[in-house]
């Protein structure tokens, strides 16, 4: 049994409509095991919603009872939406079929009938609105009132039209020539040129539309400059057909006069700028050997007396009295005109 609170228990009364109905709430009571007043309760509240109706029960052989019939209950076309159906795979293997009988030029000939019957005689009422981004709101109004819960919004210099249902998606995302038929109806209907930036066909959130309008602040400057008064150009004099060519022959300069020289002056030139070579005086070949040897100072004189020979002088004499003998022979503190005989 299913339970007996929340939209779990508005379900199951749906699924009770739908596999017995038309049926009375006592009956949808007894099945579930519920009062009737929670049943009729959840009936109310599928009544409003568009997913359930209210049908006059049918005449019986039988007789009644005393008082009203009792009301019976069964689900409309959106109440059995809740639980499914086939209708996508339907249309996308009627599309497929068609493509392999006819082309491709057949189905893009279904997308265009088929944007044609959704707008249907509100086509009129789109394009007597005025300018593009008042044809554009009143293209939303159209497409909600068909399921698609579209609305305008301003964004830079445009309107976007967006919307946020596609009843097709999926149909659409195995052939987007549903999305391109409905992009060339929008710019038709609108007067102007328009760009598709999303669809829900590709996964994005909504199907967004973008409708260029013309910025008033550069249409305003545009109508201004059209009313300042353009100067004209003053005309230049006119000038005698020969003018240029004269201008350039007497522009020419003549041509620098040049001294003539002899054929022979350049070479002639050359040879007598050459300054002669400076003798040099001839020497011997050992001259310069020579002259090395001879600058060379001469050596000063050393004592010929070797060590040897004073040292021996020095033990035979002995130190004298009143000096020393030194290397020259002499006594320190003595004469060198003493005797020493």
């Not at 599309?95 to 189905?107: Q, S, Y």
């Not at 050596?299 to 009143?322: C, F, I, N």
């Amino acid at each position: 049994m299913l339970p007996a609170s929340g939209s779990g228990t508005r379900a199951a009364v749906a699924r009770v409509l739908m596999e017995q109905g038309p049926v009375t709430a006592a009956v949808v009571a007894a099945e579930l095991e519920l009062t009737e007043a929670a049943v009729r309760r959840h009936l109310d509240a599928l009544i409003a919603d568009g997913e359930a109706e209210v049908r006059a029960p049918a005449r019986s052989a039988r007789p009644r009872g005393r008082g009203r019939p009792a009301k019976e209950y069964l689900l409309t076309d959106a109440g059995r939406v809740r639980f499914g159906h086939g209708y996508d795979d339907l249309a996308t293997s009627a599309l497929r079929f068609l493509a392999e009988a006819a082309g491709d030029d057949a189905v893009d000939a279904f997308a265009r009938r088929r944007v044609h019957d959704l707008l249907g005689t509100e086509i009129t009422e789109v394009v007597s609105a005025g300018d593009p981004q008042d044809r554009a709101e009143v293209l939303a109004r159209v497409l909600s009132a068909r399921g698609y819960a579209a609305q305008t919004r301003r964004g830079g210099f445009g309107v976007q039209l967006c919307q946020h249902h596609c009843p097709v998606a999926h149909v659409a995302a195995e052939f987007p020539e549903l999305c391109e038929a409905e992009t060339k109806a929008f710019a038709e209907l609108l007067g102007t040129h328009v760009q598709r930036l999303a669809t829900i066909a590709r996964g994005d959130a909504a199907c967004t539309t973008h409708v260029p309008l013309e910025d008033p602040e550069l249409r305003a400057r545009a109508r201004q400059g059209e009313r300042e008064k353009v100067p004209t150009p003053r005309a230049a004099a006119p000038r005698p057909a020969d003018w240029s060519r004269n201008v350039q022959e007497n522009s020419a300069l003549p041509p620098r006069a040049v001294d003539p020289q002899p054929a022979g002056w350049s070479r002639s030139v050359k040879e007598n700028s050459v300054s002669e070579s400076r003798a040099v005086d001839p020497q011997p070949a050992g001259w310069s050997r020579s002259v090395k040897e001879n600058s060379a100072p001469p050596s000063r004189a050393v004592d010929p007396q070797p060590a040897a020979w004073l040292r021996k002088m020095q033990e035979e004499e002995g130190p004298a009295e009143g000096g020393t003998i030194s290397h020259h022979g002499l006594r320190k503190g003595g004469s060198p005109y003493d005797d020493h005989s």
